[in-house]
């Protein structure tokens, strides 16, 4: 298989975008990449579109973004994993042109979820779990966190403190990044007493819908060589699944996806967790960053906590963790977010994000999860 | 009949429908697969060990331990009286794990690994018939 490099990437702003219809997001994600990279768009063999396609209105997303994007009449699809939709885009885009099948192809992850009504988000979120089993019993999206952070903290004495700690963090990434939802810093008071939404875990535990769009195009080792300078390098890609079923998980203190999925990326990219040196999380819920911290192997089961709150996760830490503000401040238009990490990431390795910079990033990684762990994504870039 | 089980119907038609006759005759009960004899719960009408389609409900212990819960102020679609309401999931003792609702007699703030029983309950009657089960304080002559 040929080697695969992201040539561009494009990042629009994240939040309530009252301004713009879904497609007109993805525009946004896209001139911007399509000028990084500095190619004709007629080169562009194949797109993939990653969207949730509940929240929105329009029936068969792809075709109107193929349209509104002026790519007729290449061919173009969506794909969906939930919240992983974004990577599982990129996953599935990086096999054609690995095959050879297009030398250089779009993705685009473009999402719009405010515009149901309130009513309608709830009984959507309602139905994320089983529907059989457990939602027919009132579980929510953050039910299923908290039941994860209730173990945790029993088993290996978590703090409220510690998962607040990733908040805390978070925001004051996110206060730096121009394209975050909610470019503010939080105090750990702040978070500490947010309003309760699935005990354990408060308003500020928790991420936000949004909207918003990313895009990055992929080459072929030659294409990408033919534009001069340092590439960055999709090395290594894992992917996995687990159960829907809360009640079919061996262990509630860990994702198995993530675990799999991370050992296949590690393997592919030749490279371990202690190599990587700038990481984007799947911070949907606090718990959900100390978890993954623990599956991708950044530091030993039920030490997620003291290492957060020791810093280690900062810049200047050991590894630095969703810099950008993670889905907890940048926000989490939940298509989106996959292609959104990988932008984040080649952009670190590229040296290009300001006061968020972290120094010699030359490996970095993404972990993305869908639902609660039902598919995982982890991928590793390299800049070379 | 599948739409009678649990608080809010969200799948009306299923092979396993008849748990609901099951917990209306004050039994909990499993799958068993007539092939094999594997057992699963939550039910299934496919078994996940020789694919066989055939399977029996069989009345299995209600007795559980408490694995995680969570008090939960936000509700979704169906729920919005009954905030806050606990959910919890436990390991039964028979196999397998239920999810369910904090029954009146299980305090919220039970510890981890406290003994549960998971107690067939049915509420109204006609079109208003639901049949499910709750989690409930541990009592000797409750044991299944
Ligand atoms: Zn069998």
């Known amino acids: ?384 | 009949m599948f739409d009678r089980f649990g608080m809010i119907t969200l799948t009306r038609f299923s092979k396993v429908g008849g748990i609901v006759d099951e917990l209306l005759a004050g039994r909990f009960v499993a799958s068993r697969c007539t092939r094999c004899g594997a057992r699963s719960f939550p039910p299934r009408a496919d078994c996940s060990e020789c694919r066989s389609g055939e399977f029996e409900f069989v009345e299995i212990s209600r007795r559980a331990r408490l694995l995680s819960y969570t008090t939960i102020h936000a509700a979704p679609t169906g729920f919005e009286d009954q905030v806050p309401y606990t959910l919890g999931v436990v390991e039964l003792e028979a196999g397998g794990r239920a999810m369910a609702c904090y029954g009146e007699t299980l305090p919220v703030d039970s510890e981890l690994g406290t003994p549960v029983s998971v107690v067939p309950c049915v509420r109204g009657k006609g079109d208003g018939l639901r049949a499910y089960y709750t989690l409930e304080r541990r009592e000797e002559e409750a044991d299944g």
């Open chain 1, 1 to 384: 298989m040929r080697r695969v490099a992201v040539i561009g990437t494009g990042h629009g702003r994240f939040g309530v975008r009252k301004d713009a219809t879904v497609q007109e997001l993805a525009f946004e994600a896209y001139r911007e990449a399509v000028d990084e990279a500095a190619i004709d768009p007629a080169e562009i063999g194949a797109t993939w579109v990653a969207s949730v396609p509940e929240y929105q209105k329009q029936r068969s997303l792809a075709g109107v973004i193929q349209e509104y994007l002026g790519l007729n009449p290449r061919p173009v699809w969506l794909t969906e994993a939930a919240c992983a939709s974004g990577s599982a885009a990129l996953h599935t885009a990086w096999t054609a042109v690995a095959a050879g099948l297009y030398d250089l192809v779009a993705v685009v992850g473009c999402q719009k979820m405010t515009e149901l009504e309130t009513a309608e988000i709830l009984a959507l979120m309602g139905r994320v779990g089983d529907v059989q089993w457990e939602s027919v019993f009132g579980s929510t999206f953050p039910a299923y966190y908290a039941l994860f952070a209730r173990q945790h903290m029993a088993r290996y004495g978590t703090t409220r403190e510690q998962l607040a700690a990733v908040a805390v963090k978070n925001h004051y990434y996110g206060a730096r990044n121009g394209k975050a939802m909610f470019q503010k810093e939080a105090s750990l008071e702040k978070v500490l007493s947010s309003a309760p939404v699935a005990d354990p875990l408060r308003v500020f535990d928790c991420c936000a819908n949004a909207d918003g769009a990313a895009c990055l195009l992929l080459a072929s080792a030659e294409r990408a060589k033919s534009l001069g300078g340092e590439v960055v390098w999709l090395d290594g890609l894992g992917s996995a699944s687990a159960p829907m079923s809360v009640l079919r998980r061996e262990d509630l203190c860990s994702l198995p996806s993530a675990v799999e999925a991370s050992r296949q990326a590690y393997a592919m990219a030749g490279a371990g967790p202690e190599a990587v040196k700038v990481a984007e999380v799947h911070d949907c819920f606090t718990i959900a960053e100390i978890l993954a911290l623990e599956d991708l192997g950044f530091c030993a089961p039920g030490e997620g906590g003291p290492f957060t709150l020791a810093g280690e996760t900062r810049t200047g830490g050991r590894i630095p963790v969703n810099v950008d503000g993670g889905l907890k401040a940048k926000g989490h238009p939940i298509g989106t977010t996959g292609v959104s990490m990988a932008v984040e990431i080649v952009r670190q390795l590229r040296g290009a994000c300001g006061e968020r910079q972290v120094a010699g990033a030359d490996l970095g990684l993404t972990h993305n999860v869908g639902g609660i762990g039902q598919y995982c994504f982890v991928n590793l870039f390299r800049r070379e």
